[in-house]
C-alpha cells in the first residue's frame, strides 16, 4: 500500500506566501515524478509544476517566478513554495507521484487526498 500525504494549504492574503508538503509512505521501492496539481471549482484539473528523480523541473506558465518545486528523495518527499500569491491561485491542490513499488516492473500514478489554498483578502 502506497499513501501520499500533503499538508500545508490554507487561507492567505494576495501577495502572500505557502509551503505544500507531500510525503509518500508504503512499499516504494523507487519514486520517480512527483508533482503538484490543481483543480478550481468547475474547472479541469492542471498541472502545477512536477520534478524528476534527477532534479529537472517543470512548471505552468502561470506560476513561473513564483513557485518553486523542491524534492527530499530520502524522505519520499516533495514541497511546493508559493509566493505572491493572486485569487487566481485559488484551487484544491493535489500532489501526484509516479512510484515502483518493492516485487514490481511496473510504475503506477498514485494521488494525494487534495489540500486546499484559498487566497483572499
Known amino acids: 500500500q502506497v499513501q501520499l500525504v500533503e499538508s500545508g494549504g490554507g487561507l492567505v492574503q494576495p501577495g502572500?506566501?505557502?509551503?505544500?508538503?507531500?510525503?509518500?509512505?508504503?512499499?516504494?521501492?523507487?519514486i520517480y515524478s512527483m508533482g503538484w496539481y490543481r483543480q478550481a471549482p468547475g474547472k479541469q484539473r492542471e498541472l502545477v509544476a512536477a520534478i524528476t528523480n534527477g532534479g529537472s523541473t517543470t512548471y505552468a506558465d502561470s506560476v513561473k517566478g513564483r513557485f518553486t518545486i523542491s524534492r527530499d528523495n530520502a524522505k519520499n518527499t516533495v514541497y511546493l513554495q508559493m509566493n505572491s500569491l493572486k485569487p487566481k491561485?485559488?484551487?484544491?491542490?493535489?500532489?501526484?507521484?509516479?512510484?515502483?513499488?518493492?516485487?514490481?516492473?511496473?510504475t503506477y500514478d498514485y494521488w494525494g487526498q487534495g489540500t486546499q489554498v484559498t487566497v483572499s483578502s
Open 89 to 106: 491561485d485559488t484551487a484544491v491542490h493535489y500532489c501526484n507521484a509516479e512510484i515502483q513499488k518493492y516485487g514490481s516492473s511496473l
Open 16 to 30: 502572500g506566501s505557502l509551503r505544500l508538503s507531500c510525503a509518500a509512505s508504503g512499499s516504494i521501492f523507487r
